[in-house]
């Protein structure tokens, strides 16, 4: 008799951050923990919990069932699941209140549409081995803080708090009202790297993987900052470029000391 049916599916990547079916997820939100997405079936009757979810600000992702039960680890979603955030996100104010209490002038990493939880991830690391203050990534078309940004961050995350802007535009002119001045990592940069004022309180942001910064965070920045480059390929991994501008602002940061 062939049993394959019968056996669990292995763990799924980001086993850890999903929660299943409808009551499941239904409490999971009225709870109050930090969710990313909720993706729900076509044509399930889950009608309270996508209420639920769009009442606390969740975005809800209509798919096909299969993307649900190739995510599933257990095969039983009944039609919906939730991704959780490996970590609670904190407040902006969470953010300038470490820079405060270390005495420095605010360092602050943005993720413009970072999509691959690796990069995510990656970008977390360098951020807490420089020194910044906080992360700050947009509530759409980006990884949230999934289990694999979680791996990838390398234990981070319980040093580094990360901020989930509901409105990434908004978020930056909050930025600049409180005196932190935007640098956009783009490879036609206005002021090259170590000309860069990263001394006064920055916001270093990177753009996606695929598009770079959107016109509208573009358009934000007091600068565009771009990386000499010296080789044939003409430009860096969104980590590695994050990387490469967190601690050119440390050297510029601890000149003098």
Sequence with gaps: MDDRKNRRRPPREDDGT???????????????RAVDKVFVAEGARIGDVTAEARRRGVPVVTCDRRKLDHMSPTGNHQ??????????YVSLDDIFRVAEARGEAPLIVVCDGIEDPHNLGAIIRSAETAGAHGVIIPKRRAVGLTAAVARAAAGALAYVGVHKANNLAATLDELKAR??????????????????????????????EGQGLSRLTRDKC??????????RVNSLNASNAAAVLLFEAVRRRTQGE
Excluded: C, K
């Excluded at 699941?81 to 490996?86: K, V």
């Design 18 to 32: 999903l929660v299943e079916g409808r009551n499941a997820v239904l409490e999971t939100l009225r709870a109050g």
């Design 222 to 231: 007091d600068y565009i900052v771009s990386i000499p480059l010296r080789g």
């Design 79 to 88: 039609g919906v699941i939730a991704q959780a955030a490996a970590q609670e």
């Design 179 to 208: 005196g932190v001045w935007l640098f956009g990592a783009e490879a036609d940069g206005t002021v090259g790297l170590y000309e860069a004022a990263f001394d006064r309180p920055s916001a270093i942001i990177i753009g996606s």
